[in-house]
């Protein structure tokens, strides 16, 4: 398959496993998240106050609600392509096998998803949701989405992870075994790191059993720990222009098998860095950036 950009977005991926597009759908069944407490308390310092709900959510409560509006905005965006039910925002798998079954599969069985993908945290994937999501394997694409952040134990400790770079190889394993794919994310440009820190990050984490990647910048949310930090004793954030050269050299380092799903943060509320490019122009000039340098994926690995 050739790719039409210089890594493998998740467009091409998709089009290539499928033949057509596919498209999430993306829902918030309001679990919330076991490492912050209701009213924005505690979790990582760099985390939304909506533990970063999707735009399409935000008009509904309901699952139901939610999906139905999620698909009517990828029809009328998009038009015809596959649907993967996303489930998104704080952590996924923060409740009962009983609460996913009965949230998921009325919607699993009501609407044509081929896929199903579920953010989580490495912390939190009990023996029972493994084996859940095992049966749900059997007759659809399931994916967890792994906030592994950075490898760095010092930079865990300073955003308030509260778990280990070995409890999320632990996690991938354990997906590996259990036959479930895994896409991990990184965030990028973390308070403290050095471009030697990420660089020694994504060596780790291309080196694990996973199936595909999203690569995040930096953006300092508002009502966030991290911009009550950042106001207080200002650090240097960085700018998107910065990332799209770092970016490219993470990028020509992945192995060339791995589907990017994300190179760009896109989020409501940042405070810094200052915004210069729209989603679509930041691909844009990293596409015109790498083909001019004639770069690509896994070259340099
Ligand atoms: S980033 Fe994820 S794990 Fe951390 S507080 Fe937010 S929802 Fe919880």
Same mark, same amino acid.
Not at 39 to 47: A, E, H, K, L, S
């Given at each position: 398959m050739k790719a039409s950009l210089p890594w493998l977005s998740h467009k091409d991926w998709a089009l290539a496993k499928w033949g057509v597009p596919l498209y999430r759908v993306p829902v918030d069944p309001g679990w919330g998240c076991p490492h912050k407490k209701p009213?924005?308390?505690?979790? @990582?310092?760099?985390?939304a106050e909506d533990g970063g709900r999707a735009r399409q959510t935000l008009r509904a409560d309901l699952p139901a609600e939610q999906v139905g509006h999620g698909i009517r905005f990828v029809r009328q965006r998009y038009g015809k392509g596959l649907l993967e039910l996303y489930i998104q925002a704080y952590t996924a798998t923060f409740s009962s096998v009983e609460a996913l079954k009965a949230m998921i599969e009325p919607l699993l069985a009501e609407h044509d998803f081929v896929s199903l993908s579920l953010g989580t945290r490495?912390? @939190?994937?009990?023996p029972a949701t493994i084996q859940l999501l095992q049966e749900w394997n059997q007759h659809l694409d399931v994916w967890v989405e792994l906030g592994a952040q950075t490898a760095q134990e010092k930079t865990l400790l300073r955003i308030n992870r509260q778990h280990t770079w070995a409890k999320s190889k632990e996690a991938v394993g354990k997906l590996q075994a259990a036959g479930l794919k895994s896409c991990m994310h990184l965030l990028f440009g973390l308070p403290g790191e050095s471009s030697d820190d990420m660089f020694a990050t994504l060596d780790e984490v291309t080196a694990l059993p996973i199936q595909a990647l999203k690569l995040h910048n930096l953006h300092i949310i508002d009502g966030s720990l991290l911009a009550e930090e950042w106001k207080n004793r200002p650090f240097p954030v960085l700018p998107e222009s910065a990332w799209l050269e770092l970016v490219m050299q993470l990028i020509r380092r992945i192995p060339a098998h791995l589907p990017l799903f994300r190179v760009f943060t896109d989020s409501e509320n940042r405070l810094a860095p200052p915004s210069e490019f729209s989603k679509g122009e930041f691909i844009h000039q990293l596409e015109t950036e790498m083909r001019k340098r004639a770069w690509f994926q896994g070259e340099l690995t």
């Open positions: 009213g924005n308390i505690g979790g @990582c310092t760099f985390c490495p912390d @939190c994937l009990p």
